[in-house]
């Protein structure tokens, strides 16, 4: 099975950037789609954005849409999630996840079956 490690997360004012990368291991990043989560502090975590095997198809929450860019490199076994624009109410520990589903319910996460440990992204202002 994959395995999935997050990397990137850190401290940011508000306003500024911050890159996400999801490494795989085990298996081809390829056979997976990928999808980012993120978990505010005291709250359920909740979708950010998802991207298809090829990278053809990609999926913003409404929150991070036209601020947050999902992409990826199937030939460096990476996905990566490019946030711009963040506000305070991005702070969360971030996730990236796999699904062994060719076309999975995107937002749900319960559409992915392998989870990273997940990184923190603290936006202050």
């Known amino acids: 099975q994959v395995q999935l490690v997050e990397s990137g997360g850190g401290y940011v004012q508000t306003g500024g950037s911050l890159g996400l990368a999801c490494f795989a291991s085990g298996r081809a990043l390829s056979e997976y789609p990928i999808g980012w989560f993120r978990r505010p502090p005291g709250k359920k975590r909740e979708f950010v954005s998802a991207i298809s095997k090829s990278g053809m198809t990609t999926v913003y929450a409404d929150s991070v849409k036209g601020r947050f860019i999902i992409s990826r490199n199937n030939a460096n076994n990476t996905a990566y999630l490019q946030m711009n624009d963040l506000r305070s109410e991005d702070t969360a520990v971030y996730y990236c996840?796999?699904?062994?589903?060719?076309?999975?319910?995107?937002?749900?996460?319960?559409?992915?079956?392998?989870w990273g440990q997940g990184t923190q992204v603290t936006v202050s202002s």
């Open positions: 996840a796999a699904s062994g589903v060719h076309i999975p319910e995107w937002e749900s996460e319960y559409g992915y079956h392998w």
